[in-house]
């Protein structure tokens, strides 16, 4: 070849860059949310045929480079909305822009959700039901404070029964009703894999409420929760998992092109007791009390026969508020090519309504995450909370607030520590009560993945949940002659508690996935988990202040102390063997081995196996619905364990301090606990089907479960009997329990457009909950504050109310029938929750929440002491019906009291505004939302004789349900502003 | 496929199997091995081997005491207001069958105060036990011994009087007639023990006083049998100055004088002397003045002072429980009642009856018959008034002497009708527990 034609070759190799290039163009594009226009970081856009495409960043823009010219065809995918596929015409040496708008997916086959093993679990393959909360979208548009007011009324079979409005107080919570008599009926908690404390915070005792362990956790962190609902899913979490697990999965930052975004919120609002909400009580003007003014000033003026009316705590202005709340919140998410991070700081402020009561939380996280190379990621997070609760008294105690307004004699001028509307204890005195709980919480988890090769698939998570407390009581010593507080505590008292709880976990899984065949896959999953509770606890206390100043024990004339331990540890491993078939039907096989301190020293390990089907049978050949785009038939059964609490299986002894005869003071033996060797975990079996159904391309999606549940070996606290020496009760594995019920979600999208997006969802679901059989001939086990209204009874759900009537005998006494009165469950046996959210206006949104309960009864306490005491409407009205005055006030009787609870209440309302992007933009923002709010706005209906019967004295108690001068939920209205830089 | 790509899937394919395998086979070594991380401690109990060990016998023995205190307080309590030594008005709904005499076997302060006293039972009952265990033939003469011996005979009558029936360690139930005899049997052999350990050289006065404490238990539970030659044979051998005292203290709640709580305070205040009790111008049986407020609105009450056989009782001075405040138990009085009651009305009872009238600056009488017992059980009333003795006295004038001194008619602050209660029932949480009921 001569040089002129190397030259040339030269010049054309060259040349054929250019020549390539000439060929191609750019696609460039915005991926937003249909519904509400923001844009969708993190969506796959693909050119179908070329293998090439781009990820969205987190503004939702994308861009595609050297795209062969011609007609090509994107497609666009991004978990939990429908997939679309656009026509786009390539020009060489030209940009093209395709904007494309995603409609949320009603049933997302293919979203990653979390069921404990190692590797990605599509929710196609799963034969069980899983429902998901996605809390960053509930947090827009609602007031939610807490991560119970979070959970409430959200998925249906999970059932919160809040105790009180009091501002930093524990609520109840079950799914698919009560598997256990004795046990907890509590669902465990993890947060990013990691076991987290949940129940009370070691308060002191306010003779009802408790705080919450719960509430040391910032809903505005969460990005969403997933409840598994029972033994049937909850197989792979071992011998604690029979009554529900609920994953809490935190925000983390998007990977990509390098990228921040900031995000800061401002919430004010303020919480009140209207006085609609409040009872009326009557006095009734007699000329004894008109010739007395001192002892009835409030009737001075009025004549013989009036009734004088009051509203309880309507007049004096110490009495209560409008509680003020204030949250505010900045965070930072972002990312580059091989990590991601989001740093959350925020102070959470709410005032209750009572004078002394307040719930205060600061929470920092960092979640961190990492990805040297394809093989290998890890990820850090971290967070802490401080949490800061006053209590007020109320409740079961006589020194309370409400008791003393509620049963005051209208008109009456009370004396002691009381005042006019208040017998025993007026505001002034009530609002020096001092109980504080303060607490620092830290959690760490730590999660490595390792992929040595693509089928070999190894998760390692390590964690570390860190719960200090101190509570304080703190009486200073009375100045005004009254003890106000009782006897005990006038010269001044303090009392401080330290629990401290820590939980350890190390949890690894691992998977094998691989290929059979071309139409059959293997997934083949194993691990174990460990983990250790330690819980400390030292108390002390002092009687005897010489001055509120100084308030430390040391400072006390008579002091004493105590100190609690426990320690539990439990070990679990775990085999599960999936085969799917053709990506559609999936069958699932697997059994987990548990051991635990707890268990008695007769009980090694028990086993829990698990099975279940999947079947996506609208992607059959065969199957030609067209209306239908999804339909997936499911089943599985499983069985699950709730362990018995620390060392409820051994007998132990303990010593205490006793006074002997010669006047000194020496530890003496006391019997304590008469413990169980065979106690082993309660054993729950679940088989439920169902089905999952969209249609009329997406616009309307349906879930629906039927459920049956049978706990076998049910804990029961069992008397012991007293002429063994112990007292109280020890724990037997005894009885049956079942749990059945339907669960269904139906969502619907009447309107579709650009310019109107309306979506209703409607959650229902029903429980019949049963004790089976007790497992021995005992007699129904009676129980109850202030009377015995509730029971465990065979063949009735556990802690059904039954009441006793009373009714004028031939002699014309009135008294007591003598057969008791099977009244109901006092939990609800049906729920229906109705959502609606309307985007409209480019920038609108209305959202609201309705929720019906109903099929149960509640011990209405209050209305029951205000009958006896004769100053309500039922007993003074002149027409009232004079057998039932009667009967309504005789002691014991507690049918008119034992009342249904049904109801329907609006829960939350809000409207929202984001402001125009373009406008936004010049202030150099990306977003900003204007959000009106209300929480628990209105009792709509009830069954109650009260104004609210989502009231309990004691809030986190398993079955007792009294109002027994407990404060009701409040009504809540905030206005926030979001901004996103 | 080629037999290349078929040779390196199959390798590939078995190198998966081999691990799974391999996987499988680790998980059940694991199973096998891993029980050893599940050992924990638990500090604050003891367990029931280590009861035998020594070194824990005088904090058992503590216990057997420190329970039968404890109990004996909370007891005089509530069975003073079903007796009619109190009268009580409370907003707690569970208080008031105990003072209507209507409580079953669902109320609270029945499965109390039976709870407490099965457990002071067998912490005694136990405790003798083990120190058999510990000592071997040697306990037999031992102090603690004598202990575990008197104060369970004691817990043994208090629960013959308070229960209609009891079981013992869920046997059948055992009457009143069968538990006064065990406690009996207890009573007999402390005294044995006393008399083995005196030889022992074990401390003289503290043996004497728990010989007189087992004689005045026998002498006790004879006078409730009808056992009258036994009761006085028993009640003639207690030194005459001997006394046992509950002790309480400030140091804790459960050491508290148990009447100071419920008499103190202008909203607190809930226990009134009974209607028997009131006015009667009796230093030993004090109270205030006037009516007072009490935790009820609108109830005003009486409200006992400390009576005679309480630490700070004074003949001049009406005084306040204090949570210090120790009760006389037992006392070389209570012996010359036993001997009174056992004797009839002869005139050693008309010289105690006297006797006592004229300590509180009452005339004398000249009694004879019905009418002298009548006024002998008079003045035991208020000698031992809220010292736990006046629900069994009641119960042994109706079985005994057919004289019903219950409370009856309608309750002055509940403005109902008394019930018929006489004893009370075992409570559900033993008919719960109990194959034997």
């Given amino acids: 070849m001569n040089y002129k034609k190397l030259l040339f070759v030269?010049?054309?190799?060259?040349?054929?860059?250019?020549?390539?290039?000439?060929?191609?163009?750019?696609?460039?594009?915005?991926?937003?949310?249909?519904?509400?226009?923001?844009?969708?970081?993190?969506?796959?856009?693909?050119?179908?045929?070329?293998?090439?495409?781009?990820?969205?960043?987190?503004?939702?823009?994308?861009?595609?480079?050297?795209?062969?010219?011609?007609?090509?065809?994107?497609?666009?995918?991004?978990?939990?909305?429908?997939?679309?596929?656009?026509?786009?015409?390539?020009?060489a040496g030209e940009v093209v822009t395709a904007d494309i708008r995603l409609a949320e997916s009603q049933l997302s086959m293919d979203e990653v959700i979390i069921t404990g093993t190692a590797g990605d679990t599509?929710?196609?393959?799963?034969?069980?039901?899983?429902?998901?909360?996605?809390?960053?979208?509930?947090?827009?548009?609602?007031?939610?404070?807490?991560?119970?007011?979070?959970?409430?009324?959200?998925?249906?079979?999970?059932?919160?029964?809040?105790?009180?409005g009091t501002a930093g107080t524990a609520a109840n919570m079950r799914i698919r009703g009560a598997g256990s008599l004795s046990g907890s009926n509590q669902p465990i908690f993890y947060v990013d894999g990691v076991r987290i404390q949940t129940g009370g915070q070691g308060n002191f005792t306010v003779y009802g409420q408790n705080t919450s362990a719960l509430d040391a956790i910032n809903p505005s962190d969460i990005a969403s929760i997933e409840v598994i609902k029972g033994p049937a899913a909850a197989t792979i979490y071992g011998a604690n998992a029979a009554s529900g697990v609920i994953n809490i999965t935190t925000k983390q930052g998007s990977m990509g092109e390098p990228n921040i975004n900031w995000n800061a919120r401002v919430e004010r609002g303020y919480t009140s007791w209207p006085e609609s909400w409040r009872p009326t009580n009557y006095a009734l003007v007699t000329q004894d009390r008109l010739d007395n003014p001192d002892l009835w000033p409030s009737m001075v003026g009025m004549q013989v026969g009036e009734f004088y009316e009051h509203v309880p705590m309507s007049d004096n202005p110490d009495a209560l508020r409008n509680g003020l709340m204030n949250k505010y919140s900045l965070s930072v998410r972002g990312g580059g090519p091989q990590y991601s991070f989001f740093v959350s700081g925020s102070r959470d402020e709410e005032d209750g309504v009572f004078y002394n009561n307040y719930s205060n939380r600061s929470s920092v996280r960092g979640?961190?995450?990492?990805?040297?190379?394809?093989?290998?990621?890890?990820?850090?997070?971290?967070?802490?909370?401080?949490?800061?609760?006053?209590?007020?008294?109320?409740?079961?105690?006589?020194?309370?607030?409400?008791?003393?307004?509620?049963?005051?004699?209208?008109?009456?001028?009370?004396?002691?520590?009381?005042?006019?509307?208040?017998?025993?204890?007026?505001?002034?005195?009530?609002?020096?009560?001092?109980n504080q709980t303060r607490s620092d919480r830290f959690n760490i988890s730590s999660t490595v993945n390792y992929r040595p090769f693509e089928w070999f698939h190894n998760r390692l998570q390590v964690g570390v949940d860190n719960n200090a407390r101190r509570a304080q009581l703190f009486y200073a010593p009375d100045q005004t002659g009254l003890a106000p507080f009782g006897v005990n505590v006038a010269n001044g008292y303090i009392a401080i508690a330290s629990p401290k709880t820590s939980i350890y976990s190390v949890d690894y899984g691992g998977s094998l996935q691989f290929d059979l065949n071309e139409q059959i896959r293997s997934d083949f999953s194993f691990g174990f988990q460990f983990e250790a509770v330690d819980f400390q606890n030292a108390t002390a206390t002092g009687e005897g202040l010489g001055s509120e100043a100084a308030r430390l024990v040391g400072n006390a004339a008579v002091t004493s102390g105590s100190e609690a331990f426990s320690e539990t540890r439990s070990f679990g491993m775990y085999v599960q063997e999936q085969i799917g078939w053709e990506d559609r039907l999936f069958v699932t096989a697997a059994v987990r081995m548990d051991n635990n301190s707890v268990f008695g020293t007769e009980i090694n390990r028990v086993f829990y196996p698990k099975a279940s089907v999947s079947y996506v049978i609208s992607e059959a050949p065969f199957f030609e619905v067209p209306e239908v785009d999804e339909l997936r038939l499911r089943a599985a059964w499983g069985q699950a364990g709730n362990a018995p609490g620390a060392y409820a299986a051994v007998r132990t002894y303990t010593t205490l301090i006793r006074t002997m005869e010669d006047g000194s003071t020496q530890p003496a033996l006391r019997y304590s606990s008469f413990g169980n060797p065979d106690l082993v975990a309660e054993r729950s079996s679940e088989l439920e089907i169902g089905f999952d159904l969209s249609m009329f391309r997406d616009r309307l999606g349906l879930e629906f479960t039927y459920y049956n549940s049978t706990t076998r070996d049910a804990i029961m606290g069992v008397?012991?009997?007293?002429?063994?020496?112990?007292?109280?009760?020890?724990?037997?594995?005894?009885?049956?329990?079942?749990?059945?019920?339907?669960?269904?979600?139906?969502?619907?999208?009447?309107?579709?457009?650009?310019?109107?997006?309306?979506?209703?969802?409607?959650?229902?679901?029903?429980?019949?909950?049963?004790?089976?059989?007790?497992?021995?001939?005992?007699?129904?086990?009676?129980?109850?504050?202030?009377?015995?209204?509730?029971?465990?009874?065979?063949g009735k759900p556990l802690g059904a109310f039954w009441s006793q009537r009373a009714s004028r005998g031939e002699d014309g006494v009135m008294r007591l029938e003598p057969d008791d009165i099977y009244m109901g469950p006092s939990l609800p046996t049906r729920e229906l929750r109705y959502s609606t959210e309307v985007n409209f206006l480019n920038g609108f949104r209305f959202f609201a929440l309705f929720d019906y309960q109903g099929g149960h009864y509640q011990f209405n306490v209050k209305d029951m002491r205000r009958d006896r005491a004769r100053i309500s409407w039922e007993t003074v009205n002149p027409e009232a019906d004079p057998d039932e005055v009667a009967a309504r006030a005789l002691w014991a009787q507690t049918y008119h009291h034992v009342q249904p609870a049904d109801f329907i209440k609006l829960r939350d309302i809000s409207l929202s505004y984001t402001l125009p992007a373009n406008f936004v933009n010049q202030l150099g923002l990306n977003r900003a939302t204007f959000t009106l709010a209300a929480n628990n706005v209105a009792v709509l209906w009830t069954r109650y004789g009260g104004h609210d019967p989502e009231i309990n004295f004691h809030g986190d108690a398993t079955f007792s349900r009294v109002d027994s001068w407990t404060a009701p939920n409040f009504r809540r209205i905030t206005g926030s502003l979001s901004i996103d830089f | 496929m080629n037999p290349i790509e078929h040779f390196i899937k199959t390798i590939m394919l078995s190198k998966k199997h081999f691990l799974m395998h391999g996987i499988l086979a680790l998980l059940l070594f694991s199973a096998a091995a891993c029980d050893g991380i599940l050992d924990v401690s638990n500090p604050g109990a003891i367990e029931e081997e280590e009861l035998t060990d020594p070194a824990l016998e005088q904090t058992m023995i503590n216990g057997v005491i420190g329970e039968f205190q404890y109990t004996h307080s909370y007891a005089s309590q509530w069975t003073g207001t079903v007796a009619d030594e109190l009268l009580l008005d409370h907003t707690f709904a569970q208080t008031i069958p105990m003072v209507l005499r209507t409580a079953d076997e669902n109320n609270v302060y029945v499965n109390n105060?039976?709870?407490?006293?099965?457990?002071?039972?067998?912490?005694?009952?136990?405790?003798?036990?083990?120190?058999?265990?510990?000592?071997?033939?040697?306990?037999?003469?031992?102090?603690?011994?004598?202990?575990?011996?008197?104060?369970?005979?004691?817990?043994?009558?208090?629960?013959?009087?308070?229960?209609?029936?009891?079981?013992?360690?869920?046997?059948?139930?055992?009457?009143?007639?069968?538990?006064?005899?065990?406690?009996?049997?207890?009573?007999?052999?402390?005294?044995?023990?006393?008399?083995?350990?005196?030889?022992?050289?074990?401390?003289?006065?503290?043996?004497?006083?728990?010989?007189?404490?087992?004689?005045?238990?026998?002498?006790?539970?004879?006078?409730?049998?009808?056992?009258?030659?036994?009761?006085?044979?028993?009640?003639?051998?207690?030194?005459?100055?001997?006394?046992?005292?509950?002790?309480?203290?400030?140091?804790?709640?459960?050491?508290?004088?148990?009447?100071?709580?419920?008499?103190?305070g202008a909203n607190n205040r809930y226990l009134s002397p009974g209607l028997p009790f009131q006015n009667l111008d009796d230093i030993r049986v004090p109270h205030t003045a006037e009516k007072l407020t009490s935790l009820v609105e609108g109830t005003m009450m009486y409200i006992p002072y400390q009576p005679y056989s309480f630490s700070d009782w004074t003949p001049e001075d009406s005084l306040e429980f204090q949570r210090s405040t120790d009760v006389r138990i037992a006392s070389a009085l209570e012996a010359r009642y036993i001997i009174a009651e056992a004797q009839g009305p002869t005139g050693y009872t008309l010289n105690l009856v006297n006797e006592r009238r004229l300590f509180v600056g009452h005339d004398e009488v000249n009694l004879a018959g019905d009418e002298l017992m009548a006024e002998l059980r008079e003045q035991r009333a208020r000698d031992f008034y809220l010292t736990g003795k006046r629900f069994g006295d009641l119960r042994r004038y109706i079985n005994l002497y057919g004289i019903d001194l219950f409370p009856s008619g309608t309750d002055p602050f509940q403005g109902q009708t008394y019930g018929n209660v006489t004893c009370l029932p075992i409570p559900q949480s033993e008919r719960n527990s109990n194959p034997n009921l």
């Fill in chain 1, 10 to 91: 030269c010049i054309f190799l060259a040349a054929m860059p250019l020549a390539a290039l000439a060929q191609t163009g750019e696609i460039r594009g915005t991926v937003t949310d249909a519904t509400s226009g923001d844009g969708l970081a993190g969506a796959n856009v693909i050119v179908r045929g070329l293998n090439i495409g781009a990820a969205t960043n987190i503004d939702g823009e994308y861009t595609i480079a050297n795209v062969p010219a011609g007609t090509r065809t994107i497609e666009v995918r991004y978990l939990g909305f429908q997939t679309r596929s656009v026509a786009v015409e390539v020009i």
């Fill in chain 1, 122 to 164: 599509r929710r196609r393959t799963v034969g069980n039901a899983i429902s998901r909360v996605n809390a960053a979208d509930v947090m827009d548009r609602v007031s939610n404070n807490t991560v119970t007011e979070l959970l409430q009324s959200k998925t249906p079979g999970l059932t919160l029964v809040p105790g009180s």
């Fill in chain 1, 367 to 434: 979640n961190f995450r990492f990805f040297p190379s394809e093989q290998l990621d890890f990820s850090v997070n971290a967070s802490y909370a401080n949490n800061h609760v006053r209590l007020p008294l109320n409740d079961n105690i006589a020194y309370g607030l409400i008791i003393s307004s509620w049963l005051a004699v209208p008109g009456r001028q009370y004396t002691g520590a009381g005042d006019v509307g208040f017998f025993t204890v007026a505001p002034q005195y009530a609002n020096t009560y001092n």
């Fill in chain 1, 719 to 794: 008397s012991v009997a007293p002429s063994t020496g112990f007292a109280g009760s020890t724990l037997e594995n005894l009885g049956e329990i079942n749990n059945r019920g339907i669960e269904a979600m139906l969502s619907v999208v009447p309107v579709a457009l650009n310019s109107v997006h309306w979506r209703n969802t409607f959650a229902f679901s029903t429980n019949r909950n049963e004790l089976v059989a007790f497992g021995d001939d005992r007699d129904p086990m009676i129980f109850g504050i202030y009377h015995p209204v509730q029971r465990y009874q065979e």
């Fill in chain 2, 113 to 264: 105060i039976y709870s407490f006293w099965q457990r002071s039972r067998a912490s005694a009952d136990d405790a003798a036990s083990r120190l058999q265990v510990i000592h071997g033939d040697d306990a037999w003469s031992k102090l603690n011994m004598l202990k575990a011996l008197a104060y369970g005979g004691y817990s043994y009558v208090m629960l013959a009087e308070t229960f209609c029936e009891v079981p013992i360690n869920v046997s059948a139930a055992y009457s009143p007639e069968d538990l006064f005899g065990m406690a009996i049997d207890r009573f007999e052999q402390a005294l044995e023990v006393a008399e083995n350990a005196l030889a022992a050289g074990e401390p003289g006065a503290r043996v004497e006083q728990l010989r007189n404490m087992a004689y005045l238990g026998a002498a006790r539970a004879s006078l409730n049998l009808g056992e009258m030659t036994d009761a006085e044979s028993y009640a003639s051998q207690v030194d005459e100055d001997f006394e046992m005292w509950n002790r309480h203290s400030e140091n804790s709640a459960r050491q508290y004088n148990p009447f100071r709580d419920p008499t103190t």
